[in-house]
Nanobody
Framework: QVQLVESGGGLVQAGGSLRLSCAAS????????MGWFRQAPGKEREFVSA????????YYADSVKGRFTISRDNAKNTMYLQMNSLKPEDTAVYVC????????????????WGQGTQVTVSS
């Protein structure tokens, strides 16, 4: 089992920045590729970004490319999402997820999920 806890969400004005964290406990964190997903009110959950277990491979949704940066610190069992130039359409609950092995972008492939942290961007 892997337990995931997100933090760092909040209310920010458009153009601002936030850094989300996802702290993992349980099984060896470095064995797992990690991802961020988000779900806005009334919408389906969507992929945001993913990172390989070594941190050398990353993927981004087109909507966040160039604004968001995913990273991880395996020594701290923590993954991050630096979000810059935030837009009102980034408002959502952001959830981190873990999958054993290779990095993937499909939601159904992930094995473990956190509870999420709310990000609200005001215009």
């Amino acid at each position: 089992q892997v337990q995931l806890v997100e933090s760092g969400g909040g209310l920010v004005q458009a153009g601002g920045s936030l850094r989300l964290s996802c702290a993992a406990s349980g099984r060896t964190f470095s064995y797992y590729a990690m991802g961020w997903f988000r779900q806005a009110p009334g919408k389906e959950r969507e992929f945001v970004s993913a990172i390989s277990w070594r941190g050398d491979v990353t993927y981004y949704a087109d909507s966040v490319k160039g604004r968001f940066t995913i990273s991880r610190d395996n020594a701290k069992n923590t993954m991050y999402l630096q979000m810059n130039s935030l837009k009102p359409e980034d408002t959502a609950v952001y959830v981190c997820a873990a999958v054993l092995g290779r990095v993937v972008v499909e939601e159904y492939e992930y094995d473990y999920w956190g509870q999420g942290t709310q990000v609200t961007v005001s215009s």
